[in-house]
T-cell receptor, first 115, second 113 residues
Framework: SQKIEQNSEALNIQEGKTATLTCNYTNYSPAYLQWYRQDPGRGPVFLLLIRENEKEKRKERLKVTFDTTLKQSLFHITASQPADSATYLCALDSARNSGNTPLVFGKGTRLSVIA | NAGVTQTPKFQVLKTGQSMTLQCAQDMNHEYMSWYRQDPGMGLRLIHYSVGAGITDQGEVPNGYNVSRSTTEDFPLRLLSAAPSQTSVYFC????????????FGNGTRLTVT
């Protein structure tokens, strides 16, 4: 069956350290993968998109990798701050190049950055 | 720009009642979708639309109806509410189906008693 798994339901790290979140998928062949941030009581907000032919994407303190062999994406936040505390969701296209196919989401990882 | 606007923010229904969750976007996006978010289940797609007059079912469509008469609006109808439909509902839009980030509203928290 098809699965998207974000390995940790919750992750606690010290301020200033690098947070690494994992997204693994099974029985999908996504052409791209997206990461979102969700704060309590709010809708998810788009952060980064990485395509299958891109190994790595960066935006300020954020870095995403995409390994189609391992079927895994890693999301890194360097020099983490308490304001980075939120739930992070990965999402991928559920049927490769098949036309009108929407995003499927993982369950998310709740990150807490402790000062 | 308001982005994606959902109303109401909160709603309590009794079992068997019907209601419509409203969603409007002002970004001229062709693609719109409805998700529900439950603890431990993540975001699950209910229905989506790739343009006015076109809708399709997602992963969990039963008990919900949608229509898309304009580009801007994508209402979600609960025909006969059930306690299993207690959830937070999110509407999202994007400029296209592929490679396009979703813009989410801030959700409607629905409780069915």
């Amino acid at each position: 069956s098809q699965k998207i798994e974000q390995n940790s339901e919750a992750l606690n790290i010290q301020e200033g350290k690098t947070a690494t979140l994992t997204c693994n998928y099974t029985n999908y062949s996504p052409a791209y993968l997206q990461w979102y941030r969700q704060d309590p009581g709010r809708g998810p907000v788009f952060l980064l998109l990485i395509r299958e032919n891109e190994k790595e994407k960066r935006k300020e303190r954020l870095k995403v990798t995409f390994d189609t062999t391992l079927k895994q994406s890693l999301f890194h936040i360097t020099a983490s701050q308490p304001a980075d505390s939120a739930t992070y969701l990965c999402a991928l296209d559920s049927a490769r190049n098949s036309g009108n196919t929407p995003l499927v989401f993982g369950k998310g990882t709740r990150l807490s950055v402790i000062a | 720009n308001a982005g994606v606007t959902q109303t109401p923010k909160f709603q309590v229904l009794k079992t068997g009642q019907s209601m419509t969750l409203q969603c409007a976007q002002d970004m001229n996006h062709e693609y719109m979708s409805w998700y529900r978010q439950d603890p431990g289940m993540g975001l699950r797609l209910i229905h989506y639309s790739v343009g006015a007059g076109i809708t399709d079912q997602g992963e969990v469509p039963n008990g919900y109806n949608v229509s898309r008469s304009t580009t801007e609006d994508f209402p979600l109808r609960l025909l006969s509410a059930a306690p299993s439909q207690t959830s937070v509902y999110f509407c999202a839009s994007s400029s296209g189906i592929h490679n396009s980030p979703l813009h989410f509203g801030n959700g409607t928290r629905l409780t069915v008693t």
